[in-house]
Nanobody, 125 residues
Framework: QVQLVESGGGLVQAGGSLRLPCAASGRTFRTYAMSWFRQPPGKEREFVAAIDRNGDITSYVESVKGRFTISRDNAKKTVYLQMNRLKPEDTAIYYC??????????????????WGQGTKVTVSS
């Protein structure tokens, strides 16, 4: 089972940027698609972005397109979420995750996935 550790969260003003790394354990990281999700205060967890195992294919929720970029470094076993032009509505706990079978993963309710502990992002207006 893959262990995931997110970092990089914090308090930022609207319009600012943050970069969230997620470090993974395990020798098979390069074979997994990776995803980011977030859970805003008082709301359900939602899909944010996903990237295939080679970094060639990405997908984003509409609300972050053009502002967020997901990327990965397989040598470092790390997936990143670069967040630019942040808005107060981006305030949430951000989680990286991988499905047990390593496949494409956008379902925030999946029970067949490994999740990190989350990192909190707060965007002030």
């Amino acid at each position: 089972q893959v262990q995931l550790v997110e970092s990089g969260g914090g308090l930022v003003q609207a319009g600012g940027s943050l970069r969230l790394p997620c470090a993974a354990s395990g020798r098979t990281f390069r074979t997994y698609a990776m995803s980011w999700f977030r859970q805003p205060p008082g709301k359900e967890r939602e899909f944010v972005a996903a990237i295939d195992r080679n970094g060639d294919i990405t997908s984003y929720v509409e609300s972050v397109k053009g502002r967020f970029t997901i990327s990965r470094d397989n040598a470092k076993k790390t997936v990143y979420l670069q967040m630019n032009r942040l808005k107060p509505e981006d305030t949430a706990i951000y989680y990286c995750a991988v499905q047990y079978d390593g496949g494409w993963f956008t379902n925030p309710s999946s029970k067949y996935a490994s999740w990190g502990q989350g990192t909190k992002v707060t965007v002030s207006s």
